[in-house]
């Protein structure tokens, strides 16, 4: 049984086209105005993958934790300044009408702890492997911060701008609430078609593939399609310029206006996208899209395209930035997880690829035993300091990010103690089997949503030792400290 399952998964490669089926479509008509604002139509057509018959469906609105009155941080306080570079400034999204093909108005609200979730009611509940399709009019406010959702001196990044629908599992939507570290999101692969009006003088980077693009007057018009990504994001700039490079029939793009070594950004992107196919799988889509742009955090994953600050003073660390998000295109992008449950899961992976990529390109001078006792220090220094405060610290990694009461102890427990719990399996079974085990991951989880018993079963399925308790050790805390 074991052998069949294991020829069946290295048998096949990954088919956009097939991952493509029986999915969420987002149709969306955007125009980006001059004052920094959006007015959009996004046409749904929503795919019920659950068991139940669904009478309404919800929406993620991460714009609202940018608006005035929220109550969900979006920064923490000693980025603000950095992120508010320009004074007090709010975003905002407003949903004004929802309505059917025949123009029928449908009934909604805007709800959540903090007006994050719009839920569509339907006229007749959809069910189970059917779709419905219905329009959301909606307009936005672009903020003028360094934030993935906002504007800066450079550039207009336009992340987690739309309504996305919450994912349903176990029977309920899961609603999100904005948090000021941590990716706060999830959702699950959908097809993408947008039709985007800007300025002229912009140049524009975003997921999926630009198909078309015309101009009309003073504005540009482009079609944008994506098949079977995670969610959409967009970027765009007066400065940008842009170089770009083919390997194994996938386009890398360059974007940037501030970097001495683009050539070399470049390469590095190349060598990223080489290293993680070979190493865990095929990257399935056509194109990948590295982008400079204003940041308060070193940079940002969003399918097919990532956010690489332009505030990174040494080169070495913004190489690593490039790697980092690059790895997320495996570790969220294709195989997805709910980052604000199991933040460990695509973080810790993701930091623990970059150690790998390093492996195998010594030329970039960063050995994984220097990794792994810096990750050491600098977890032993975070755990002084907070025992010393506190007196004693929860060391448990899976935790949800409102659990986490600080950036620092997110930071420490889920990247630094997330990469030493990865680098403490790769140890245990050699990075060979390791390895394999993450070729497994990737295949069986691609375009789907993995949870840590998933991560954990594929290990134990691989290698065919029981491993939870390991596992656990390490999640809940309970590890014995060096
Ligand atoms: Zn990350």
């Known amino acids: 049984m074991l052998g069949i399952f294991l020829i069946s998964i290295y048998g096949c490669s990954l088919s956009l086209d097939r991952a493509s089926k029986n999915l969420t479509d987002y149709k969306m008509e955007i125009i980006l105005n001059e004052d920094y604002s959006l007015d959009a139509n996004m046409q749904i057509c929503y795919y019920n993958n659950s068991e139940s018959a669904l009478s309404s469906i919800y929406f993620n609105l991460y714009p609202s934790a940018f608006r005035n009155e929220s109550q969900q941080e979006v920064i923490s306080l000693s980025s603000f300044d950095k992120c508010y570079y320009n004074g007090t400034c709010y975003g905002s999204i407003d949903v004004f009408e929802v309505y059917d093909d025949s123009g029928l108005n449908l009934n909604f609200e805007i709800s959540g702890d903090d007006e994050n979730i719009l839920i569509v009611y339907l006229q007749k509940a959809v069910e189970p492997e059917s779709y419905i399709q219905f329009n959301i009019d909606f307009t936005v406010i672009i903020p003028n911060i360094n934030h993935r959702f906002g504007y800066g001196e450079s550039t207009i990044n336009l992340g987690n701008f739309f309504p996305i629908a919450c994912v349903y599992e176990n029977g309920k939507w899961v609603e999100i609430e904005y948090s000021s570290y941590g990716d706060p999101f999830y959702s699950e692969v959908a097809n993408y078609y947008v039709e985007i009006t800007y300025p002229k003088s912009l140049i524009l980077a975003s997921t999926g593939k630009e198909t078309v693009s015309s101009e009309a007057g003073n504005k540009k018009i482009s079609v944008l399609k994506a098949k079977a990504v995670r969610d959409f994001a967009i970027v765009l700039s007066e400065k940008f310029k842009v170089l770009t490079t083919v390997t194994d029939k996938v386009k890398i793009y360059y974007y940037y206006y501030d970097d ?223």
């Open 260 to 482: 001495e070594l683009a050539g070399e950004s470049l390469t590095t992107c190349k060598k990223a996208i080489e290293a993680y196919s070979e190493m865990f799988g095929k990257y399935p889509y056509e194109e990948v899209k590295v982008v400079q742009s204003n940041f308060v955090h070193g940079g940002m994953e969003y399918p097919n395209i990532v956010l690489i600050s332009d505030d990174i003073d040494d080169y070495q660390t913004y190489t690593h930035v490039i790697l980092h998000e690059l790895a997320h295109q495996w570790w969220y992008g294709v195989v997805g997880n709910n980052q604000t449950e199991h933040a460990w899961l695509d973080e810790g992976l993701t930091e623990f690829s970059c150690a790998l990529f390093y492996e195998k390109h010594p030329e970039f001078n960063v050995a994984m035993d220097d990794l792994i006792d810096k990750a050491n220090s600098s977890y032993q220094v975070f755990k002084a300091i907070y025992e010393d405060v506190l007196g004693d610290i929860n060391t448990s990694i899976n935790r949800s990010l409102n659990n986490f009461s600080t950036e620092p102890e997110y930071y420490n427990l889920v990247y630094v103690r997330g990469f030493l719990l990865m680098s403490s399996v790769n140890d245990l079974i050699g990075s060979k089997k390791f390895i394999k085990c993450l070729k497994n991951y990737y295949s069986n989880y691609a375009f789907k949503i993995a949870t840590p018993e998933n991560f954990i079963g594929v290990f134990e399925k691989t290698i065919m030792k029981d491993l939870e308790e390991f596992f656990n050790s390490w999640l809940n805390g309970k590890v014995i400290e060096f």
